[in-house]
């Protein structure tokens, strides 16, 4: 919303301004900034305003802007519980076996997600409903967490896979005996909060969130709604007119592209449907995945059955649009796609304070 507030904002100034000089003035210039000595005119592509019109949204270029979007008001982000969040989230020991971490399933390196159909956890089980893992890079702009939407944000989130038996597996008791007898830890909470912090289970999750919040990829595509019309190549914005005219845009849309909750296969058959037994929540709704990062996360759907961007966008059309979309336009849509893939925040591997002989042991069955 701020973002088409700014743009609005921006464009109504420089609709005066420009009105103020020479009346035949295109609409579309927009004053980029409004410094009065060297005002920078720029051209907002219509293709963009379109784009922006059906209610996609940029992430955006100022830092202060991007950072009121991903914050908790009620846990602020600092560079110490971020840091922290981050080590929590590399540590196999937050798991029963010692062996999962986030990261294990969310690999940072591979789009945050593992690459495998189903998600293998704790005792090398995979996932029962055959669910897919979901890529953590951009998470914080989902609507709601998980196929089924059945978290509101990724605080709650977090402490589903610690203590779920088919990913870590870890009591909360053991997750705090495990992260309390390692003194390093405790020195880390106390200095992210202060030295009468309580170390619960909650906490340890919602830093493990807040270090999520900070994984947003900004891509080309940004730039390109942010005012580089020159940001994507001509193939690419072709791309992007199928996929706003063929309706995609319909539900993958929002900061996220995507995010919100929607129904699956109401106007065809997904093909896979019978792989594993998720349905969506109640009322049969599926959570749309972002596309953000989308050529580094197959495979796709929630049973992770097809494993190319062209079989997902010819699945898309049969299943959500009940057409038909021809091989040029499927590769068109491709090429667009793929200028989602963002930059992504440079993450030093960290290093992890040693247990100790307090620290429980892995258990293994
Ligand atoms: C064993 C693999 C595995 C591990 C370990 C794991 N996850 Fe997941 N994660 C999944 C799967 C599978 C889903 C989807 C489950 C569902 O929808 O019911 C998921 C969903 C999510 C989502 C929701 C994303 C979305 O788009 O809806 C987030 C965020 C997330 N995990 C973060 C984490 C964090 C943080 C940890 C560590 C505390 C973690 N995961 C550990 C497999 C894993
Ligand atoms: C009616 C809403 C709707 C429309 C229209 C729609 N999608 Fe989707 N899309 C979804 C939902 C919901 C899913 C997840 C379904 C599932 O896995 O159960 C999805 C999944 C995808 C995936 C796989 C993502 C992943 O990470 O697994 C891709 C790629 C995709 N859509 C692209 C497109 C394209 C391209 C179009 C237009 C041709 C389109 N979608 C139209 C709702 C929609």
């Not at 189903?118 to 953590?136: E, Q």
């Not at 989308?294 to 049969?318: D, R, V």
């Not at 040029?328 to 992890?352: C, H, N, Q, W």
Request: hydrophobic letters at 35%.
């Amino acid at each position: 919303m701020k973002i088409n507030k700014k743009i609005f904002f921006i464009g109504f100034m420089s609709i005066f301004a420009l009105t103020g000089c020479n009346k035949n003035e295109d609409n579309n210039k927009l004053a980029n900034e409004s410094n009065q000595a060297n005002t920078k005119i720029i051209t907002l592509d219509p293709l963009a305003q379109k784009v922006l019109s059906f209610g996609i949204k940029a992430i955006p270029a100022d830092e202060e802007e991007l950072k009121k979007l991903i914050e908790n008001s009620k846990n602020p982000i600092t560079e110490a519980k971020v840091e922290l969040g981050k080590k929590l989230y590399f540590d196999p020991r937050l798991s029963k076996s010692e062996l999962i971490s986030c990261n294990t399933c969310h690999n940072l390196a591979t789009g945050g997600v593992d690459g495998v159909e189903a998600a293998i956890g704790d005792g090398w089980k995979a996932n029962p409903h055959n669910l897919n893992s979901p890529t953590v890079y951009n998470s914080v702009f989902n609507k709601v967490q998980f196929w089924d939407g059945r978290s509101p944000h990724l605080e709650d989130q977090a402490q589903g896979p610690i203590q779920a038996v088919p990913e870590m597996a870890a009591s909360k008791e053991l997750v705090v005996q495990r992260v309390t007898s390692i003194p390093e830890y405790v020195e880390e909470f106390k200095k992210a909060y202060g030295n009468d912090v309580k170390i619960t289970f909650e906490l340890v999750a919602d830093t493990i969130a807040l270090f999520e919040r900070t994984l947003v990829t900004p891509s080309r595509f940004d730039d390109f709604l942010n005012g580089d019309s020159k940001a994507l190549s001509d193939e690419e914005k072709e791309g992007l007119t199928l996929f706003v005219d063929k309706g995609c845009i319909n539900c993958h849309t929002g900061i996220g592209i995507g995010g919100g909750m929607q129904v699956f296969d109401a106007r065809g058959v997904y093909q896979y449907k019978n792989v594993g037994d998720f349905v969506g929540d109640k009322m049969k709704m599926v959570k749309v995945p972002t596309l953000r990062n989308i050529s580094e996360t197959a495979p796709y759907f929630h049973n992770g059955q097809i494993w190319t961007l062209k079989e997902a966008i010819q699945t898309m059309g049969k299943v959500q649009l009940n057409t038909a979309i021809n091989d040029a336009d499927v590769a068109k849509i491709e090429i667009f796609l793929k200028s989602l893939t963002g930059r992504k925040p440079e993450i030093k591997y960290p290093m992890l304070p040693a247990s100790t002989e307090n620290t429980p042991k892995p258990i293994i069955n």
